[in-house]
């Protein structure tokens, strides 16, 4: 099983601007497509974007527009830039792969906080 380690989360004012990376262990993670999803307070876990091995990528709706996923093979590590952040964003960040996700592999995830 791959494990995955997320970071870069934090407290962030609305419109301000966080980049979450994920370390994975695999070396296969370059034929793996990942996925960023999150966790809100009283939510199901959501996905958020995910990425394909040859870099194809797709958005939640509502993030469109504000976040970038990205990979990079060579550190076997994929990010999440996050822009224009909304209080509604607010949330913990989890890496998996897609379109299923590794049971064994969801992390601590990365606290996301929106707020002023």
């Known amino acids: 099983q791959v494990q995955l380690v997320e970071s870069g989360g934090g407290l962030v004012q609305p419109g301000g601007s966080l980049r979450l990376s994920c370390a994975a262990s695999?070396?296969?993670?370059?034929?793996?497509?990942m996925g960023w999803y999150r966790q809100a307070p009283g939510k199901q876990r959501e996905l958020v974007a995910f990425i394909t091995s040859s870099g194809g990528t797709n958005y939640l709706g509502s993030v469109k527009g504000r976040f970038t996923i990205s990979r990079d093979n060579a550190k076997n590590t994929v990010y999440l830039q996050m822009n224009s952040l909304k209080p509604e964003d607010t949330a913990v960040y989890y890496c998996?792969?897609?379109?299923?996700?590794?049971?064994?592999?969801w992390g601590q995830g990365t606290q996301v906080t929106v707020s002023s």
């Open positions: 998996n792969t897609w379109p299923s996700p590794t049971v064994a592999s």
């Open positions: 695999r070396s296969t993670f370059s034929m793996t497509a």
